[in-house]
């Protein structure tokens, strides 16, 4: 009995399980142990899949992302710029895309001329802006994938509260002689910082080699004047280009540069006139070939008013008939014909019959050179402005006194040292 009781002591005794007591008595209660297990690691592998599945998910689309085309489109100047220069470089870039119906546009609506590169990534203006003028940006920029990004903003330019112009000496189209200088005059006063901006945009383009330079003179009632003149003379039949990109040049307290200046022109045949004083003779020798030998009257040697300027002249203009005044020497308005101007100090060389009897033995003028009215009209027929006039002889030099172009008379390291680049 008390066996009996004692096989059932023990914590809720419960019938065997027949199926453990099959494999051979012993008792296994770790089935559902195992059971949940599995459970658990099978809904843990689940769920580690499930997050390795989200996180190769969102690797991906970082990937993506980083993949992807980025546009970078730009436009030069930017969205709100003020007081542009009008020659600034103007373009729309498209990054790594390609730009389309690109459009720079002015107040009125006014497209701005430009050019698209082969590639359709770059867009340059061609033309250069105005003045005091708002400009608005259009069109897009498309991303290899397709994505478009639009170009917009505006921008000013600067508006001067003056211009500068400038003319030259030497019109499109001229034929002129071998020591012609090219002039550029402009009509205010520059300082030496604008004279050097300027010169930087001033260029002379020849047919063949010429060696010269640029040199500023003095300034004078007009403005300030820059003259460029080659070393030597110009060699016969030479195509001549002259270029003045001022336009959008700061000039300082003068203003901005108004318009661009630009001339094209021929150098002529070689026609050198030779004046010895003390010859009393006037010869012209073209191309290398004497043509002329004239007898002549030079200015008086014993008066240093009346001499005439030794020094390399050029002819200037020329007139059928110039009525001259000397006062301090008692003569005005005095008609004289076939008269080739060859300074600003009223050198000339001209037909004068009062002095026929002196032409070739004696100077007696008050600096001109006298002919013969049928000498003179030769002569006259020949001219053109640049042809240099190389008087020798006298008692006096050409000088800045004498006028304004006297370029002949500066030495070439003193005229290149008048440059506002020279160092």
């Not at 359709?120 to 400009?135: M, V």
């Not at 006037?282 to 300027?309: C, E, F, H, K």
């Not at 003569?331 to 300074?343: C, D, G, L, T």
């Amino acid at each position: 009995m008390a066996e009996r009781v004692g096989n059932a002591v023990g914590p809720a005794a419960r019938p065997r399980d027949r199926a453990t007591q099959a494999r051979g008595g012993r008792l296994r209660r770790t089935a559902p142990r195992v059971t949940a297990l599995l459970a658990a690691v099978l809904a843990t592998a689940l769920v580690g899949g499930c997050a390795t599945a989200a996180a190769r998910a969102t690797h991906a689309q970082q990937q993506a992302q980083q993949n992807a085309p980025v546009v970078a489109a730009s436009v030069s100047p930017t969205a709100g710029a003020t007081d542009v220069n009008p020659t600034a470089e103007i373009k729309a870039d498209g990054g790594s895309g390609t730009l389309r119906d690109v459009a720079l546009t002015n107040a009125k609506g006014v497209a701005v001329a430009g050019t698209l590169s082969p590639d359709g990534k770059q867009w340059t203006a061609s033309a250069p802006l105005g003045y005091g003028g708002t400009y608005t940006w259009s069109g897009t920029a498309v991303a290899p994938d397709g994505t478009a990004t639009a170009l917009g903003g505006s921008f000013t330019t600067v508006t001067p509260k003056r211009t500068v112009k400038a003319t030259t000496n030497i019109g499109d189209g001229q034929t002129v002689g071998v020591g012609a200088p090219i002039e550029v005059h402009f009509n205010r006063d520059l300082d030496a910082a604008a004279k050097a901006a300027v010169e930087k945009n001033l260029k002379v383009t020849t047919s063949v080699p010429v060696e010269g330079a640029w040199a500023w003179l003095p300034d004078d009632q007009l403005g300030s004047r820059v003259h460029w003149r080659p070393k030597e003379y110009w060699p016969a039949g030479t195509q001549v280009q002259m270029t003045a990109s001022v336009y959008g040049v700061d000039m300082g307290s003068a203003g901005y540069g108004a318009a661009d200046l630009t001339s094209s022109f021929t150098i002529g045949r070689s026609q050198i006139v030779k004046a010895d004083v003390n010859s009393h003779r006037m010869i012209v020798v073209r191309d290398g070939q004497q043509v002329m030998d004239l007898p002549a009257s030079y200015g008086l040697s014993s008066d240093p008013n009346r001499n005439t300027r030794s020094g390399v002249h050029i002819v200037m203009t020329k007139s059928p008939q110039v009525l001259m005044t000397n006062l301090a020497y008692g003569y005005q308005n005095v008609p004289e014909k076939w008269a080739v101007r060859i300074s600003n100090n009223g050198e000339f060389i001209h037909a004068n019959p009062a002095s026929v009897g002196a032409q070739g033995s004696r100077n007696v003028t008050h600096g001109c050179i006298n002919l013969s009215t049928a000498n003179a009209k030769t002569y006259y027929d020949t001219a053109m402005y640049g042809d240099p006039v190389e008087v020798t002889g006298s008692g006096v030099d050409l000088s800045a006194a004498d006028g304004d172009v006297y370029d002949w008379a500066i030495d070439w390291n003193t005229w290149k040292s008048m440059s506002a680049l020279a160092s």
